[in-house]
Each structure stands twice: as structure tokens, then as C-alpha cells.
């Protein structure tokens, strides 16, 4: 597991009173002594994923901690109140939380789960599903391929829920690095699906973990996978009934940051009716205009571009990317789709207060 670099800035260490996971690298500055804090801070040149605010001092130069981490990486407690006035705009342009005394403890609990470093995201295509070799279910269906978009299944799938098919590859999960899964299908008709994993144990796939039954609407959202003990691979498999017709398309799976965003902490997805996808990511940086608008390019893995070089740019930014197909769809969509994405725009020069022209 990659370390998780953790700054407390603060009067009191919490490696010392909290369990911490080996790979979590804790540093701490004491603001007892704030001569000794200003030169700490100041000698620091790594940035962190999280930066714990736990007490401060007055003669400590807020600009000190303005590269420590990354907008929606500054966490804050009620120890800081005091210093409010001084440190809000700060506060405001990280998108700082406040954690409350009561929720520390399950705060670090779940922090590795949230601020790990990097994106991870990729997909199943619907080229890589495979069909159920019994043919009793499908052999009066009309089954096809939709370019590379979805496999079409029209017909009877029985009154009772079946198994229709499994992709041609699993899907490896790390331990303690839940993940996130998300179908695109499209439905007409009396039809109606269900998602069921199995999870077996990596180096020995005949030990059975951990099942999971997902139905539609646990898929309203995305569904969440967790592997506490050990590594494993995840084998899945599609089931429905009813009548209609069924288009299914990619499969996609993400590392999960549970409610700290997607792909980045503070990343989002959007969808459309038809459960098709685009991501977004906004930092307000120093919450000056103008405000960058990103759009990825082509890109096979799931996940978004040009964060490192915008951040550069010291300026507010917000980064798009469309994780359809192999490598987006170019952002063209259903009108919702479309719209969606101009409302994203909108709303960000809301927040910051700019005009269409900033």
C-alpha cells in the first residue's frame, strides 16, 4: 500500500493517542512553541494528503501553510475557532471541513480509505462480456452488438432472475482499497436486472471470500466493494427477467474515496437518464479570475487531466473528462447530457463570483 503522508498541525500529537495504519506517515508541529512551528513549516518542501488542523498561534504566517495540501485536503477542529478570522479565506479557498470531537476517531478510522494519493479507474467493455453457455435463457433472443457501446439483448428472460452472462476478466481488489462500480445499461419493457459479485482469495481462486447481491435499486448509486482481508479477485456476474430489451454497456470501477469525492477528493460524476457519465473537479485556487475550464482529452484509463499543470496556473480551475467508451465520447451526448455540463460551468462562475466573460 503507497504511504499517505498526514500533517497535524496542532498542541497534541494524535499518533499517540489514536491507531494509525502502518502505511500512514504522521507528521506533527507543535504550536506550543511557535518559533520552533514557523521554522518547521517554513523548511517544509513536500505537499501532503492531508493537512490536520488541531490549534494554531497568531505569529505563525497563514501563508506558511498555503502549499502544505490541496484544496479539499485541509481539515480543521473546533480548536481553531478562535483563529476563524484570520484563517476563513484560507479555510474557504482549501474547501476546508470542520470535524467535529466526537467523529475524530472514526475520522482516522476512514482516512486511508479517503485520501490516498492519486486516481484509479478503468472499465469492462461490453466486447469482454461473455454469454451464458447454456442457451436455455437466450436462445430465442435477439442478441447483438451496438458498436462498441452496448450488447443488445431483446426478448423473454423468464419470470424468475437468471443468469445471462460474466465478463471475460475479473477484477483484482486490494486490501483495504474498496472500489466503486458502476453499470451503464439502458432498458425497455418489464426487464429487470440484478449485479451479483463473488470475491475469491488472490493465489488460491478456489477460496470463496465474500458475495454481494446488488439489485436496481442499489444500482441507483454506485455500489461500493470492500476487501478487509486480504487481496482478492472479483468475478461478476449479470442476471434478469421479465420482458423487454436490455442494452448493456461498460462496466466501470473505480478505487473509492467513500464521500470524499471521485477520482480526486472533491471530484465528481454526473449522469444522464441513460447513466452515462462525465467527471468533474474544481479548485478555487487563489479565487481570482479568470477560471480555467479543462476538458481530457483521449484517454483510456477512467480519471482526469491536467491537474498538476492547472494547479501551476495558481488560478481557479475546473477540470472535465468523459469516462464513455474507450477513451470518451468527445462529450457529445443526450440534450440532458450536454446540458448538464454547461450547467457544471455555470454554477462554478456562480460560486466564485465571476462573470461569463471571467
Not at 16 to 21: D, G, T, V
Not at 264 to 272: A, C, L, Q, T
Amino acid at each position: 500500500m503507497d504511504e499517505i503522508k498526514v500533517l497535524q498541525i496542532g498542541g497534541e500529537n494524535w499518533k499517540n493517542q489514536y491507531e494509525m495504519k502502518p502505511w500512514i506517515v504522521w507528521r506533527f508541529v507543535d504550536v506550543a512553541d511557535p518559533e520552533a512551528a514557523v521554522a518547521e513549516l517554513s523548511s517544509m518542501k513536500e505537499d501532503y494528503e492531508l493537512l490536520l488542523l488541531d490549534g494554531f498561534d497568531a505569529s505563525i504566517p497563514i501563508e506558511l501553510l498555503e502549499s502544505l495540501a490541496d484544496a479539499y485536503r485541509v481539515v480543521y477542529t473546533t480548536a481553531m475557532l478562535p483563529f476563524m478570522a484570520a484563517l476563513q479565506s484560507y479555510l474557504d479557498r482549501k474547501l476546508a471541513c470542520l470535524l467535529p470531537p466526537e467523529e475524530i476517531e472514526d475520522f482516522l478510522r476512514k482516512l486511508p480509505y479517503r485520501y490516498w494519493k492519486g486516481q484509479y479507474g478503468t472499465k469492462l467493455n461490453p466486447s469482454q462480456i461473455q454469454l451464458r453457455e447454456d442457451k436455455t435463457v437466450l436462445s430465442n433472443m435477439d442478441v447483438r452488438m451496438e458498436g462498441n457501446a452496448y450488447l443488445s439483448l431483446e426478448g423473454d428472460f423468464g419470470i424468475q432472475l437468471n443468469p445471462l452472462f460474466t465478463w471475460t476478466f475479473n477484477i483484482r481488489i486490494e486490501k483495504d482499497a474498496p472500489l466503486e462500480l458502476w453499470l451503464e445499461y439502458r432498458k425497455e419493457g418489464l426487464v429487470e436486472i440484478s449485479l451479483d459479485i463473488r470475491e475469491d482469495k488472490e493465489g488460491a481462486p478456489a477460496e470463496f471470500i465474500h458475495s454481494w447481491h446488488f439489485s436496481e435499486q442499489d444500482m441507483e448509486k454506485p455500489v461500493l466493494v470492500l476487501s478487509e482481508e486480504t487481496a482478492g479477485f472479483l468475478s461478476l456476474c449479470i442476471q434478469a427477467k421479465g420482458k423487454g430489451t436490455l442494452q448493456i454497456g461498460p462496466l466501470h470501477y473505480r478505487r473509492s474515496r467513500l464521500d470524499a469525492g471521485a477520482f480526486f477528493p472533491g471530484g465528481k460524476i454526473h449522469y444522464d437518464k441513460n447513466r452515462q457519465e462525465f467527471i468533474t473537479y474544481f479548485n478555487p485556487m487563489d479565487a481570482k479570475p479568470p477560471l480555467n475550464v479543462y476538458f481530457s482529452g483521449y484517454r483510456t484509463a477512467e480519471g482526469l487531466e491536467g491537474f498538476y499543470m492547472l494547479r501551476e496556473m495558481k488560478a481557479p480551475f475546473l477540470l472535465i473528462g468523459d469516462p464513455r467508451l474507450e477513451g470518451g465520447a468527445s462529450y457529445l451526448g443526450s440534450p440532458e447530457y450536454e446540458k448538464k455540463i454547461l450547467e457544471v460551468i455555470e454554477a462554478t462562475l456562480q460560486k466564485l463570483h465571476f462573470t461569463k466573460d471571467q
